[in-house]
C-alpha cells in the first residue's frame, strides 16, 4: 500500500500519510481542495502516488528544505530561508523534503518567501498542481539461500548490489542505494536468477573465512564488488588499480577507512549532479585535497575509485562524519542472516570471538554491573501477590553474568552486537524484529499506550503522560491506564500500538499485576512496535515482546532505583516524542541521565516513534564563555548534531537555521556543523518548540530552557 494524499479536515490544505512508515505531512492553501487522481509517469522521479489540486498558493509548515527545478529535474535553485524567490511563467518541478518523498509539478510564475517558519509559495491565480509522492520504506526484494561455509557466504555479498538503483555518486543518498536481499540458512547456495548485479569491474578478494566475510560485506554492497576467494585480502578494478586491505591499520580498521572514504568523496562529487549545494564536508575536503569533482562526477566508479584512494586518509579527518553505527558479530554461520540488515544501514561489521574476553574492559563492566544490583533498585514487589520469593531461578530476568557482552569504545554514534549473549551498552539485534513482511499500514496516527501497575511510580506516569503527543503536525492517540489487571494488560500486548510503555515491577516471570502476573512468554503475538519496559530486570519479557512481534524494546538488565528511573523514563519519551530512533534514544540516555547504562535496546534499533519536526532528530550542544546565562546579545557557540533516522539515514543532509551567510548550506547526516548565533537568534529558532539541548553536559529542552525556569537556575 502507498501513500494517502487527503484534503485537510481542520483547515484548507493536503496531509500526505505514508501509512507504512507511519509518517504524516501537511502543506496549506488558500482554497479549499479535492485531490483526484493524475498521471504517476508525469513526474520525473519516481512516484507511487499522484493527485492533482488546484490553488493559488501553498504554504509549507516548519523549516522544510525545498528545491526548484526544470521539469525534467534540472536544479534551478534552493529555496533556503529567510529568502525571496520570484520566477517567470514556465514548468517547474518542486522537490520537498518531507518524511516521505514529496514532489509537486506546477506551469507558473512562482512568488517565494521563505523564513524559518514557514515557505509560502504563490502562483497568481488558482493553478492546477500534480502532487506526486513515495514512501520511504525499504525492503528485501528477494532471498538467497546459503550453506553454512564462508565461500558461499562470499557469492551471497557479491548478490548485495543488486539493490544499488545507480553506480552514480548519487548512490550516497539513501533512497538510491536500496535493500540488500534476504538470506536464509539451507542445503544449497540459490541466488535468484532475477537480481540484476551492476558490472562494476571492481573485485575484492578476501580469504573464504567468516572473520573475513562480515568486515567486507557494506564495503562490497556500497562498490558493486565481486567478492571472491584470495589468500591476499586486497581491491582491485579492471582498470588496473589495486589496493591492499591487509594493512597496518588492521584488516577491519582499512576496510572501515575505504568506506569511509569512498563514501564521504562520493558526498561531495555528487554536488556535481542533479543536487548541486554548499557542503560542509565537500569544503573540508577542497581545504586539503586538490580533487577535479567535475570530472570525477562523469568518471566511471572504477576510476574514481582509483582516485579517491589516492588521497592519503591522514589529510581528510576534518571532513569524515561521524559514522552511524558499529556491529559486531560472531564469526559463524549464525551471523548470516541479520547481515542484509547491518548492511542496509550502512553499518561498519566487525568480528568478535569469544577469546577475546575477559579484559580489563570486562572485568570494570562486571563490577559495574554488580554494583548496579547493590545500588539502583527499583524495588520488588511481588512477594505481596503471594508469588514464589526472588531466589527462584525463574524470576531473574535478566541473562547470567557470563552472557554479557562488552563491546568496546567505537567513534560511531550507536553499537550494536549479532550473536548470543546481551551486550552490556548498546543494541542487541534480534532476527524477529527484521520479519518486515509482516508490518501492516496504519492510519498514520501514532498509537501510544502508558501502563502504570504501582502507585508509588506515579511521578513517572505522570510526567509522560504530558510529553507524549505535544506535536502540531503529527497526530497523535496517548491513552493512560492505571492499576491494569492480568486480563487488560494480556488485551492490551495484543492491541496494534505504536508505542506500549510499561511503569511497574517486572522479572522474569512477567509483569505484575494488581490480581497477578502476565508472563510475555505465553503471548502468541504482540500488535506493539516499540516497547519500553520502565522496570527491573525486564531484559527476558522485552526479548519475549520482540519475538511476538515487536520492533524494538527497551529493557533494563538489572535492578534500577524508582527515583532514576522516573529520569529515564521522562527522558526516553522526550526523545521518542520528538523523533529519535530507539537506539541514539539510548545513547543519549546512556550519557545524560544517572541510570540510563542500565539499559538496552533488543530489536530493531533504527526504529522510531514519530517523524522529526527538525526533519531529521538533532542534538543542541549550547557553550558560552562567561559563568552567567547568556542575555540576548551574548554570543553562544554550537555544535548541532545531526542524528539518522528512518526517513534521514546516512547519506541525507541537514541544514540549519542557525548558519550565516559564510557557513555551508548544508551537512551530511549523520555529522556536526558549528555555529556562532547571539542569544536571542538561539531562542527565536529553539525558543518555540521543545528540541533537546545540551547546557554546560546536561540534557535540557529548549522551550523549557529559553526564557524559562531552566535558564535562571544557571
Not at 493559488?56 to 530561508?81: C, K
Not at 513517572?460 to 497526530?475: H, I
Not at 530489536?603 to 531529521?616: F, H, I, K, N, T
Request: aromatic share 8%; charged share 25%; net charge negative.
Amino acid at each position: 500500500m502507498g501513500p494517502r494524499i487527503n484534503s485537510l479536515g481542520e483547515r484548507t490544505g493536503v496531509e500526505i500519510l505514508d501509512p507504512i512508515e507511519s509518517n504524516r505531512y501537511v502543506f496549506y492553501t488558500p482554497e479549499s481542495v479535492s485531490p483526484t487522481p493524475t498521471d504517476t509517469e508525469a513526474f520525473t522521479y519516481p512516484v507511487s502516488v499522484a493527485r492533482e489540486i488546484t490553488v493559488s498558493g501553498i504554504t509549507f509548515p516548519n523549516n522544510v528544505t525545498a528545491v526548484v527545478r526544470e521539469d525534467d529535474g534540472s536544479h534551478l535553485r534552493d529555496v533556503g530561508h529567510e529568502r525571496t524567490h520570484e520566477l517567470d511563467a514556465d514548468d517547474y518541478l518542486l522537490e520537498v523534503s518531507a518524511p516521505m518523498k514529496l514532489y509537486l509539478r506546477v506551469s507558473s510564475s512562482l512568488a517565494i518567501d521563505a523564513t524559518t517558519d514557514r515557505i509560502r509559495i504563490e502562483f497568481g491565480d488558482p493553478t492546477p498542481v500534480e502532487v506526486g509522492t513515495r514512501s520511504s520504506h525499504n525492503s528485501p526484494a528477494a532471498t538467497i539461500t546459503v550453506p553454512d561455509d564462508a565461500e558461499s557466504a562470499l557469492a551471497a555479498i557479491s548478490a548485495f548490489s543488486s539493490a544499488l538503483k545507480t553506480t552514480s555518486p548519487e548512490r550516497s543518498w539513501p533512497t538510491l542505494r536500496g535493500h540488500p536481499p534476504r538470506i536464509e540458512r539451507g542445503d544449497e547456495l540459490a541466488i535468484p536468477s532475477e537480481l540484476d548485479v551492476p558490472d562494476t569491474g571492481i573485485t575484492i578478494r578476501v580469504p573464504a573465512d567468516y572473520e573475513y566475510v562480515y568486515p567486507v560485506a557494506p564495503l562490497a554492497y556500497y562498490l558493486g564488488a565481486d567478492v571472491v576467494p584470495g589468500e591476499e585480502p586486497t581491491l582491485k578494478t579492471d582498470e588496473g588499480f589495486e589496493h591492499r586491505l591487509d594493512t597496518d591499520r588492521g584488516f577491519e580498521d582499512e576496510v572501515a577507512r575505504v568506506l569511509k572514504q569512498v563514501f564521504v568523496l562520493d558526498c561531495a562529487t555528487r554536488t556535481e549532479g542533479f543536487h548541486p549545494m554548499d557542503l560542509d564536508e565537500r569544503r573540508a575536503v577542497e581545504a586539503v585535497a586538490s580533487l577535479d569533482f567535475s570530472a570525477l562526477y562523469d568518471a566511471s566508479l572504477a576510476e574514481r575509485l582509483a582516485t579517491y584512494l589516492s588521497v592519503p586518509a591522514s589529510v581528510l579527518t576534518d571532513a569524515m562524519p561521524v559514522w552511524n553505527r558499529v556491529t559486531h558479530v560472531r564469526p559463524n554461520p549464525g551471523s548470516l542472516e541479520l547481515l542484509p540488515f547491518v548492511v542496509e544501514e550502512l553499518s561498519l561489521v566487525r568480528v568478535k570471538s569469544g577469546a577475546s574476553e575477559p579484559s580489563p574492559t570486562t572485568d570494570a563492566r562486571r563490577a559495574e554491573k554488580r554494583d548496579a544490583l547493590r545500588s539502583f533498585k527499583r524495588s520488588s514487589q511481588f512477594a505481596d501477590l503471594g508469588l514464589p520469593s526472588e531466589s527462584d531461578e525463574r524470576a531473574t530476568g535478566v541473562p547470567e553474568e557470563s552472557e554479557y557482552v562488552p563491546l568496546p569504545e567505537a567513534d560511531a554514534m550507536e553499537r550494536a552486537w549479532v550473536g548470543d549473549g546481551t551486550p552490556v551498552h548498546g543494541a542487541k539485534l534480534l532476527a524477529s524484529a527484521f520479519d518486515r513482511n509482516r508490518v501492516e499500514p496504519t492510519d498514520s496516527v501514532i498509537d501510544v499506550i502508558v501502563v502504570c501497575n504501582d502507585e508509588q511510580m506515579r511521578e513517572e506516569w505522570d510526567a509522560v503522560s504530558e510529553v507524549y503527543g505535544t506535536r502540531d503536525v503529527v497526530a497523535f492517540d496517548v491513552d493512560c491506564r492505571f492499576g491494569v489487571s492480568t486480563d487488560e494488560l494480556r488485551d492490551l500486548l495484543a492491541e496494534d500500538h505504536d508505542l506500549f510503555h510499561f511503569i511497574g515491577h517486572i522479572d522474569g516471570r512477567g509483569f505484575a499485576c494488581p490480581d497477578g502476573i502476565v508472563d510475555a512468554e505465553t503471548l502468541s503475538e504482540t500488535g506493539a512496535k516499540t516497547i519500553l519496559l520502565n522496570a527491573c530486570r525486564s531484559h527476558d519479557q522485552g526479548i519475549a515482546l520482540v519475538e511476538a512481534g515487536a520492533r524494538a524494546a527497551i529493557v533494563s538488565w538489572g535492578d534500577v532505583d524508582n527515583l532514576g528511573a522516573v529520569e529515564v523514563g521522562e527522558t526516553f519519551a522526550r526523545l521518542l516524542n520528538y523523533g529519535f530512533s530507539v537506539g541514539i534514544a539510548l545513547e543519549i540516555v546512556e550519557e545524560y541521565t544517572s541510570i540510563g547504562r542500565h539499559y538496552v535496546v533488543v530489536g530493531d534499533p533504527s526504529v522510531s516513534l514519530a517523524q522529526c519536526e527538525d526533519r531529521g532528530p538533532r542534538l543542541f550542544d549550547l557553550k558560552w564563555d562567561s559563568e552567567t546565562p547568556p542575555g540576548p546579545d551574548d554570543e553562544l557557540d554550537t555544535v548541532v548534531t545531526n542524528h539518522p533516522s528512518p526517513a534521514y539515514s546516512i547519506g541525507s543532509v541537514a541544514n540549519s537555521f542557525l548558519m550565516s551567510e559564510e557557513d555551508p548550506d548544508f551537512g551530511i547526516v549523520p555529522g556536526s556543523q558549528r555555529f556562532t548565533n547571539t542569544g536571542e537568534e538561539l531562542e527565536e529558532v529553539l525558543g518555540d518548540y521543545s528540541a533537546p539541548i545540551v547546557v554546560r553536559d546536561e540534557l535540557r529542552w529548549s522551550d523549557k530552557w529559553f526564557g524559562g525556569d531552566d535558564a535562571a537556575e544557571e
